[in-house]
């Protein structure tokens, strides 16, 4: 069964830290494009960073997290995560993971692509910055 799964949501006050967990199982992730978005309430989802856990190469989808959110892959553990440091109230959403297989797109590109272009999601992760 092909699953992704997020998790290390949670509760945190502006300025801490969390990191997210996104595992794949019924297939490798090295030949896929991971994403993180998240979606607020009543806004639509937005990409926020992506990488390519088969060269490693990334792309930060939003200008708003560039310099406080990394994003990295352990493909031993066909896992990619997501590091959000200096959190803001503004970054309170459901985070979701997605994997995609596009033939000769770069990351930056798959990165920005409609949310149809992405194979598998996951079921998202609250995360929640508030004092």
């Known amino acids: 069964q092909v699953q992704l799964v997020e998790s290390g949501g949670g509760l945190v006050q502006p300025g801490g830290s969390l990191r997210l967990s996104c595992t794949a199982s019924?297939?490798?992730?090295?030949?896929?494009?991971i994403g993180w978005f998240r979606q607020a309430p009543g806004l639509e989802r937005e990409g926020v960073s992506c990488?390519?856990?088969?060269?490693?190469?990334?792309?930060a989808a939003a200008d708003s997290v560039k310099g406080r959110f990394t994003i990295s892959r352990d493909n031993a553990k066909n896992t990619v995560y997501l590091q959000m440091n200096s959190l803001k109230p503004e970054d309170t959403a459901v985070y979701y993971c997605a994997a995609g297989r596009p033939p000769f797109v770069a990351v930056q590109s798959m990165c920005v692509a409609p949310l149809g272009a992405w194979d598998y999601w996951g079921q998202g992760t609250q995360v929640t910055v508030s004092s």
């Open positions: 990488i390519n856990s088969g060269d490693g190469s990334t792309y």
């Open positions: 019924g297939f490798t992730l090295d030949y896929y494009i």
